[in-house]
Structures are given as structure tokens and as C-alpha cells.
Nanobody, 126 residues
Framework: QVQLVESGGGLVQAGGSLRLSCAAS????????MGWFRQAPGKEREFVAT????????YYKDDVKGRFTISRDNAKNTVFLSMNSLKPEDTAVYYC???????????????????WGQGTQVTVSS
């Protein structure tokens, strides 16, 4: 069992930056692919970024490429999402998720993930 706790959300002006963290407990994250997803009011939860167990492969939603960076520190059991040039349309609750796998290519599908955090709110004002 893995427990995930997100932090780092908040209110920021358009063009600003935030760094989200996802701290894991219960199991070592080094065996897990990790993903970030987000859900805006009235919308479905959507994929944002994912990273494989070693950190060698990452994927991003098209409209965050070049602005967001997913990374991990397995020694600290933590995954990060650095978000730059934020836009009002990035406003959402951001969730991290974990999938037990040593697969080289991580999944972009939310249904593939086994464990979820409680989410952290990101609000970008215009």
C-alpha cells in the first residue's frame, strides 16, 4: 500500500510558477511509475505528465509541453511537477498517482494507476 500526499499548490498570477510535490509513504517509489493528473470544475480528470520508475522516460499533455517538468527523487520518495508560464486554463485540482511497474514506457491513462493522493488546488488568476 502506498500513501501519496501532494503539496505546493496555491494561487498564482498568469505567467507565474509553482512546484508541486508528491511525497510517498508505505512503499519505496522506485518500483512505481508516477503520474500527475488534474481536474477542473465540471470536467473529467485528465492526464498532465508521467515518468517511469527510473526517471528516464517522461510524457506530457500537449498543452503543457515546454512549460511543465515532471521529475522524481527516489531516494526521497518524492515526485515533483514544476510548472512555469502558468495560464488561467491550468486552474484545477492536481493529483499524483502511482502504478507499480518496471515498464520502460509509463501509461498516460488514469485507469492504469493504482494509488492516488488527495489533490492540491492550483488557481491561476488572469
Amino acid at each position: 500500500q502506498v500513501q501519496l500526499v501532494e503539496s505546493g499548490g496555491g494561487l498564482v498570477q498568469a505567467g507565474g510558477s509553482l512546484r508541486l510535490s508528491c511525497a510517498a509513504s508505505g512503499r519505496a517509489l522506485s518500483s512505481y511509475a508516477m503520474g500527475w493528473f488534474r481536474q477542473a470544475p465540471g470536467k473529467e480528470r485528465e492526464f498532465v505528465a508521467t515518468i517511469n520508475w527510473s526517471g528516464s522516460i517522461t510524457y506530457y499533455k500537449d498543452d503543457v509541453k515546454g512549460r511543465f517538468t515532471i521529475s522524481r527523487d527516489n531516494a526521497k520518495n518524492t515526485v515533483f511537477l514544476s510548472m512555469n508560464s502558468l495560464k488561467p486554463e491550468d486552474t484545477a485540482v492536481y493529483y499524483c498517482a502511482a502504478k507499480l511497474t518496471y515498464a520502460t514506457y509509463p501509461s498516460r491513462g488514469k485507469e492504469s494507476y493504482d494509488y492516488w493522493g488527495q489533490g492540491t488546488q492550483v488557481t491561476v488568476s488572469s
